[in-house]
């Protein structure tokens, strides 16, 4: 990442925890307190609610009064009956009065007249209904009579009712009967209240029978609930067992910015059956978060601005100025001379400047210094090439010399001085006939011997010069080291390996098994330097032969196996060469294969495994040795880029 780029994303930074702090202020202190002023608003909203409700219930009663101090309806529970033109009256009177129904009872608690007019269906469900809510079976049995207006939760929902007893109008007062009036709580009444408090309230309870004083986990297993189906769940009544006297009002939160407002309510009895309920916004809170997140808005705005002046004034100041030395450390390193000096550009006072001309100072010296590295690392190049092909030249050697070794010997233990003196022997006359056949026969199998010892060194000299062409070969290499001809090419391993094989006249080693696997067949092609491929490998078995040597083992094998490991290895072939040899020390395996550093206790000159490490680095590959130890055999692991049928350039690795 550019500096340029850090610098702006450390701003941006910046203001974003700006930005997460202002969220956590407004989040855990400035909406709680906004919520706590939405919920006290509400509470006195639901307050408000209770006392509209309450005046409703008064003027039913004052309305309840006024009917049962009237007269006619005195006689008409005296005589026990009313006649059409009074009922239909009374019908006009109980609409105009907006209620829903009205009942005259006589003493016993049987209806005299009655009217429903609420648009309910099945009036006779709607009489039994009231009346048993109010505890006026209206059967003839004794009534309950209460001077009082209220709530009552009957068998078809909420109703506000009037119970009151009528007397006749002379001095002894004598109760003739009661008049039950009032209307239902519908939708509609709750709209017109919502209407005036702003609350849309809804009406709940107890449905059991008898019901339950006091609303709780009683209720809760009697499935008691709102109109409309709507069940009481745990929260609420949690919430009914809360609410008393000290807290009328039970105010929760809901989600999307609602608050719900719990409040119990006492019925015509007392009876704290009904439970009312109305959800409120949070006017407050919202605004608040609407006003809150406005202003941070603008605060990342003027962020941004600032981000965006700050950048641009450190770009100018420092980050062009940075940029330029950059530009000229990359140019110096790319180019051969170190020409020109990055101070003439930034002539600034400031630290930049300065640091612009130490840093031409420290080039000047730099250059100095390369110049005397390049003179003496052309030295130490030509040392080191001539090490790599004497050593390689070596390699070649080895088989040759054996075959000359046993050439000797057997040319050393060739008959020549006997035949001749058998020859000479057989010239005279005075040779017996046993004595002259026995020489003629050893003479004739001294010469089969002779034929087979030159059978022997045909082949021998077919293998001597096998080796004479793998010197040419590295000879070959060498000039198109020279030459700087070193372009990759598509390589066939199983034939390079048994090529190796035959060069290093593994068949005159005798108890040494080398074994090719299928899978180097089975791979394709890599992509390489054949030539260096072919040195690497006869280095690497030519090492193996010589740790079983040192073992002396009577069954030693090398196994050279290959596989394509697209996950550990992408784009590459994994050749392995194990042996069952000496094995390598724990502590010389991250040595070895530095310059100069060898394990072998002959004169060595320590340079073939990194000869090795470093050329087949040049080809994108990778060489890494493995041992269990002393004594457990060693494993090569060389890595060589899969072929593809084209060639490539070597890295300058």
């Known amino acids: 990442m550019s500096l340029q780029k850090q610098i702006t994303l450390i701003l941006l930074v910046v ?29 006195l909203e639901m307050k408000r609610s209770l006392v509209s409700l309450d005046r409703e219930i008064q003027h039913l009663d004052h309305l309840g009064q006024d009917w049962a101090a009237r007269a006619d309806l005195a006689s008409i529970l005296s005589a026990g009956r009313i006649s059409p033109e009074k009922s239909t009256q009374l019908a006009a009177e109980l609409s105009i009065s907006r209620l829903d129904f009205c009942y005259l009872l006589d003493r016993r608690g049987l209806v005299v007249w009655g009217n429903n007019i609420s648009g309910v269906s099945q009036s006779a469900g709607v009489e039994a209904a009231i009346l048993g809510a109010t505890g006026q079976a209206g059967n003839g049995s004794s009534p309950v009579i209460r001077n009082s207006a209220g709530l009552l939760r009957s068998k078809l929902g909420v109703v506000v009712v009037a119970s009151y007893q009528v007397t006749r109008a002379s001095e002894s007062g004598e109760v003739v009967g009661s008049c039950l009036a009032g209307y239902f709580l519908d939708k509609e009444r709750l709209l017109a209240l919502a209407r005036q408090t702003g609350v849309l309230l809804e009406l709940g309870g107890c449905d059991c029978e008898p019901p339950h004083d006091h609303l709780g986990e009683k209720c809760l297993l009697n499935s008691c609930g709102f109109e409309g189906g709507e069940k009481l769940t745990n929260a609420e009544v949690a919430a009914l067992v809360a609410i008393g006297p000290e807290r009328p009002v039970l105010v929760r939160k809901l989600g999307g910015d609602r608050l719900e407002c ?10 704290h059956t009904l439970l009312l309920k109305g959800v409120l916004p949070m006017p407050i809170t919202t605004m608040g978060r609407d006003v809150l997140n406005g202003a941070l808005l603008a605060l990342l705005t003027a962020g941004l601005m600032i981000v965006v002046v700050l950048r641009e004034a450190i770009k100018m100041s420092v980050l062009k100025p940075l940029s330029l030395l950059t530009r000229h450390a990359v140019s110096l390193r790319s180019s051969e001379s170190h020409a ?32 005397q ?55 005279g006359d005075e040779v017996p006939p046993e004595r002259r056949e026995m020489l003629a026969r050893y003479l004739k199998e001294s010469v089969d011997y002779i034929v087979g010892v030159m059978g022997d060194a045909a082949v021998r000299l077919k293998g001597m010069d096998a080796g004479v062409a793998a010197i040419e070969k590295i000879l070959a290499e060498q000039e198109k080291f020279a030459g700087r001809d070193r372009r990759s090419e598509p390589v066939d391993l199983n034939n390079l390996l048994r090529e190796a094989g035959a060069l290093l006249s593994l068949n005159y080693y005798s108890g040494l098994e080398l074994v090719i696997d299928p899978s180097l067949a089975e791979v394709g092609p890599v992509n390489g330097r ?14 193996a032969i010589e740790a079983i040597l040192l073992s002396e083992r009577s069954n030693g094998r090398i196994e050279i196996r290959a596989e394509i490991d697209e996950i550990a290895y992408p784009g590459l072939v994994h050749v392995t060469v194990s042996d069952n040899g000496c094995g390598i020390a724990q502590g ?8 100069g550093y060898t394990t072998k206790e002959h004169d060595s000159s320590g340079i073939g495994l990194h000869w090795c490490a470093n050329t087949i680095a040049t080809m994108h590959g990778r060489l890494f040795a493995e041992s269990a130890g002393l004594g457990r055999g060693s494993v090569m692991h060389l890595l060589i880029p899969r072929g593809g049928g084209q060639t490539m350039e070597p890295s300058r690795s």
């Open 373 to 427: 590295l390049v003179e003496q690392s052309y030295y130490s190049g030509m040392t080191e090439v001539a090490s790599r092909v004497m050593h390689s030249l070596r390699n070649a050697m080895t088989p040759i010399t054996a075959h000359l070794d046993l050439l000797r010997e057997e040319f050393r233990d060739l008959p020549l001085e006997q035949m001749k003196m058998a020859g000479r022997e057989l010239a």
């Open 340 to 371: 020109g000096q990055i101070s003439g550009v930034l002539r600034s006072p400031n630290e930049l400047g300065v640091l612009a001309r130490e840093f031409d100072s420290m080039v000047e010296r730099l250059a100095t210094a390369r110049r």
């Open 588 to 595: 010389d395996l991250g040595r070895l294969f530095e310059r």
């Open 530 to 543: 054949r030539h260096a491929l072919l040195h690497i490998f006869t280095n690497l078995i030519s090492n």
């Open 15 to 43: 203001i974003a925890i700006f930005a997460g702090l202002d969220h956590a202020v407004q989040r855990f202190v400035v909406f709680p307190r906004y919520r706590q002023i939405d919920q006290a608003n509400a509470e």
């Open 262 to 271: 719990l409040a119990d309510f006492p019925d015509l009895f007392g009876r």
